[in-house]
Nanobody
């Protein structure tokens, strides 16, 4: 399974971005797809995830502002970032987990989101 994140950039506070995670390979081997982020000097954290059954989860810090969704063809996962804040600045990674596994087995290179105040 290969993942490729894109869509990062520089945006002013209050603005929006849409991140795309393109998936390829043996997609039957994955269940959840998630977006994680790592800010300078901080630990990586889960931002949002979506399971194959449609269940979605969000970090408390992004609830009501970010929306995760899957493409109809199943080969992409999107993260809509709204009302961005400077503290959302981070490298955003998409990752995928196998069914019944708690860890993220597959990772793609990150995309940088920078929010200016």
């Amino acid at each position: 399974v290969q993942l490729q994140a894109s869509g990062g950039g520089l945006v002013q506070a209050g603005g929006s971005l849409r991140l795309t995670c393109a998936l390829s390979g043996s997609l039957g081997n994955i269940d959840r797809v998630g977006w994680l982020r790592q800010a300078p000097g901080k630990q990586r954290e889960l931002v949002a995830a979506v399971a194959s059954d449609g269940f979605k989860q969000y970090a408390d810090s992004v609830k009501g502002r970010f929306v995760i969704s899957r493409g109809n063809a199943g080969n992409a996962v999107f993260l809509q970032l709204n009302d961005l804040k400077p503290e959302d600045t981070a490298v955003y990674y998409c990752a995928a987990a196998r069914p019944y596994y708690n860890n993220w087995s597959f990772w793609g290179p990150g995309t940088l989101v920078t929010v200016s105040s």
